[in-house]
């Protein structure tokens, strides 16, 4: 099957609505996803920011994965990274390489913006996505915590 891969643009809120339904399936978290769907105005908005990168793959004009990330400027030096904060790729659609195409694909992103560094995190017990980022990088053991606002 060929794939094809697209950033999302601020008229493409409804690509971005479908790509919420995919991370729900593929996290097993329709409430987190889909229990309140930004309006097309919020998307637009979200969409237009420099900082936001939203990737699409495409298979016969589906969605059928993608990826979120947010670039970081940094304060020690002049140079920013990019946190990949969520990807998710359709179950009939994995192990085919649309992941790490994705992922390539937020690479050019990151050499074209000055980036020096991708991060993501994984949890622990997805093997699956652990293994997928061992192969693209280096594995550190870090902790995170959630501070209630």
């Given at each position: 099957m060929k794939y094809l891969f697209k950033r999302i643009t601020s008229t493409d809120t409804e690509m971005m609505k479908a790509l919420l339904g995919v991370f729900a399936e593929a996290f097993a978290e329709p409430q987190t996803y889909m229990g309140a769907v930004p309006g097309d105005e919020y998307?637009?908005?979200l969409l237009q920011k420099e900082y936001f990168i939203s990737l699409v793959a495409l298979a016969e004009g589906k969605v059928i994965g993608g990826l979120v990330a947010y670039e970081l400027e940094k304060f020690e030096q002049e140079r920013s990274e990019i946190y990949l904060y969520d990807l998710a790729i359709?179950?009939?659609h994995r192990r085919k390489g649309v992941a790490t195409s994705l992922i390539n694909e937020l690479k050019s992103v990151a050499k074209r913006?000055?980036?020096?560094?991708?991060?993501?995190?994984?949890?622990?017990?997805d093997n699956a996505a652990i293994s997928l980022y061992e192969s693209l990088g280096k594995r550190e053991d870090v902790h995170q915590f959630d501070i209630p606002v």
């Open positions: 998307l637009r908005r359709k179950q009939s913006r000055g980036a020096w560094v991708i991060f993501v995190q994984a949890d622990p017990g």
